[in-house]
């Protein structure tokens, strides 16, 4: 890191929150419909290499339609586990199960490492932000959770017009923090949005790699969130 730190960023789903309902299962649920029963370990594997093979191609989607990007994704990990099904149907069904799945306040927890970094971040004289591609449901679930309050600014892409990993959004969310790009870190579970888009924009950052999907990485990268503290001193 190039200097002390004035602000800590995080990101929100797939860093300090997620589903309640991993997504291996939520496949197996929807090929069982349709007469396929694959192993929840081959199906995480294949979602894995998929996350891997897509990350690009994910960050480059900014605000456009997105169903050509599922349909591919989705097309890729049938082929990992060697499923030939009707895609059309298929894709449907998953496309309906993901959307109410995550539409669902009741369905998003926090990893339990997210809580107990942010009470002890909250407890230092140090910033605390969140920068998150997301709509208006990612506030209603931040107030559920009881997890708004450690946040200052948030700053959410569908309230300002710009995503990760653009600039502007981190950007933004410098400026409403007064905080200089070298003196934050941004926290984010994607190479390609999080880390790339935060250096993009002169800030450090680092990976939480929780399933070990971008081994490669060429940047900091950590499992999980107590690890963090080794940079930022908590």
Known sequence: MTEELDVVFFDLGGTLIDVSVPREQLWANVLSRHGKNVDLSRLAASIKAADRDMDDHLASIQGMDEEPFWLEFNSRVLEGVGVDVASEEVASDLSRSFCRLVADEEKWRDYPDARPLLEDLSHRDIKVGLISNATNLARRVLRRLD?????????????????????????????????????????????????????????????????????????????DLEAIRTFVRV
Do not use: W
């Not at 400026?175 to 999080?194: E, T």
């Open 147 to 223: 997890l708004e309050r450690y946040f200052d600014p948030i700053v959410i892409s569908s309230e300002i017009g710009h995503r990760k990993p653009s600039r502007e959004i981190f950007y933004t969310a410098l400026d409403r923090a007064g905080a200089a790009p070298s003196r934050s870190i941004y926290i984010g579970d994607k190479p390609a949005v999080d880390v790339v888009g935060a250096k993009n924009a002169g800030m450090n950052a680092i990976l939480v790699d929780r399933e070990d999907t971008f081994p490669g990485a060429q940047c900091f990268r950590v499992r």
